[in-house]
């Protein structure tokens, strides 16, 4: 049908039909064979012009018309398997480029969206509590508790803010590789300098 979409089961069903009919032609040549080797054009009168008797007539007969009728089938078949194909292969090509516009416009209105940074991790020592929050080197901070680019002056902000949250947790937004993460990070005191490492 014209309205409906080319699915992967349309083309196994044609591929089947195709198998089919080749069994087919396959059947009706082997009768040829079995009726003393005529093929498909081999003369069916003996050489005064009767009928061949050592033969049956009407089997390679039907036999060959089945033949003609079955490859113009198959022809007919090859073309629509072809046809399918290149619909499937088509609409994929169509899946593709559709998703890789949404990943792109997505992308895009996630960076429209990310706030402005005011400070970036440029350390993070194994076993500290920033570690264990999940904090990366190159995470790009937005908002470290109460402390936003809108009221960020230096880093003694995020300093006090620390000082005030020991043993609390923080919430800690970075972007990441161009999107948001939020991290839990708790202040708290451990074997190396500072309550963050």
Known sequence: GGGRAV????????????DEIEAQIKACYELLEGQKGVGMHEPLVDAEGFPRADIDLYQVRTARHNIICLQND??????????????LHAREKEKHAKDEAEALAEAMSQNQSLPQAFAKVNAV??????????????????????????????????????????????SVTVIRGGRR????????RWAGKGLLG
């Not at 198959?74 to 619909?87: P, R, S």
């Not at 020592?125 to 570690?131: D, E, I, L, V």
């Not at 993460?181 to 708290?188: A, D, E, M």
């Open 125 to 170: 020592t194994p076993g500290s509590p920033a570690s264990v929050s999940g904090l990366q080197v190159d995470d790009e901070i937005v908002e470290f508790g109460s402390v936003n680019e809108n009221n960020f002056q230096n880093l003694q902000n995020i300093a006090t803010v620390v000082q005030h949250s020991e043993g609390r947790p923080l």
């Open 181 to 188: 993460v939020h991290v839990g990070l708790t202040p708290k």
């Open 7 to 18: 699915t992967v089961s349309d083309v196994q069903q044609l591929v089947r039909r195709k």
């Open 74 to 87: 198959h022809k007919a078949l090859m073309k629509q398997v072809e046809e399918a194909l290149h619909k």
